[in-house]
């Protein structure tokens, strides 16, 4: 069964290579989302497929050097949309969520 996951990312995780690194492991696994900066200075993750593969990309940006800049992460689970191509980094966008 698809899911939806929102993860909301906190600490140096701005200007360290975070988003290619997700972009990386979440386009080896059938997800589709994307991943963005706000401006608030955190990173914004938003990635739709089976539970188990969300769980991995989890799993493996956990494991990267980049982890160790994580100093929170929000997430909250939504009712999948179907409106997610590929896995992009996307420059610019605004939040999606009030998080």
């Known amino acids: 069964m698809k899911k939806r996951l929102r993860a909301i990312y906190s600490g140096r995780v ?3 290579g975070f988003r290619a690194t997700v972009a990386r492991i979440a386009r080896k696994l ?3 989302g994307l991943v ?5 200075g ?3 993750l938003l990635v739709e497929g089976e539970e188990s593969a969300i769980a ?7 494991m990267t050097p980049v982890a160790s800049g994580i100093e929170y992460v929000h997430t909250a689970w939504e009712e999948p949309a ?6 992009v980094i ?3 966008k605004e939040p999606l969520s009030g998080c």
């Open 14 to 16: 701005q200007g360290v």
């Open 30 to 32: 059938p997800l589709e």
């Open 36 to 40: 963005w900066n706000r401006r608030d």
């Open 42 to 44: 955190r990173v914004e």
């Open 56 to 62: 991995q990309l989890l799993r493996g940006v956990g």
């Open 82 to 87: 179907g409106d997610l191509r590929g896995f």
């Open 90 to 92: 996307a420059w610019g």
